[in-house]
């Protein structure tokens, strides 16, 4: 098999100009801008009856507790680094990849473009210009196919306490989720707070807001 060689990443300067290609690992020592794809899944569940019971949920992913940056943590349902040459819309292939489940282009919301700044990930300094996207998909989580050692469970947060969670902090939401277990993976339950989502309590709120109004048929979105 050829080696395919260190990914390769466009790089921007701070208002989205195209500067060039650089391996992944020299942009993220350098601090660079570079484009990554943020999806949020949308559900709604049916009750024991059969009838669409609770509000919408957000579909989470728990990112593996291998994981270099915010190991263990829940995160969106499916992020991922653009390849140089990518289109933000070509980031569907981290559904797939990351959750085992196939959505295609025209599916995706676009909700806007969103600078995120941390030194929790790779290198220092990680920069990067978040294109986000909702996607509606009411598959039951136990058709989902999560990556082993990349995504450890996927979770249904509800929206509403979602957004409970960033305006109590002491509030904890229940939510059902399927993880892991022997090689398969099992329906459970767990009890969440604000700490156990990756950091970026603002980011989250927007998201929840959005995804809310998307659903209501509302415009405009934006983050």
Known sequence: MTDPGPER????DSIGRHLGVKDRRAVHRDGDWHRVFHC?????RPDRTGNRGQGPVAVLQRRSATKQSFPGKLDLSATGHLAAGEQPTDGTRELAEELGITVTPD?????????????????NLNRELAHVFLVTDDRPLVDYAPEPG???GVYDLPLAEGLRLFADPDHQATVAG??????HLS???????????VPGDDYWVVLFVMAERHLAGLRPLGI
């Open 40 to 44: 949020l899944v949308l559900a709604r």
């Open 9 to 12: 990443l466009d790089v921007y």
């Open 107 to 123: 599916r995706l919301v676009p909700v806007g473009v969103r600078r995120l700044v941390d030194d929790g990930g790779e290198g």
């Open 178 to 183: 399927a993880e892991w277990d022997g090689g």
């Open 187 to 197: 329906a459970v339950q767990r009890t969440l707070t604000r700490s156990d989502l």
């Open 150 to 152: 990349e995504v450890d």
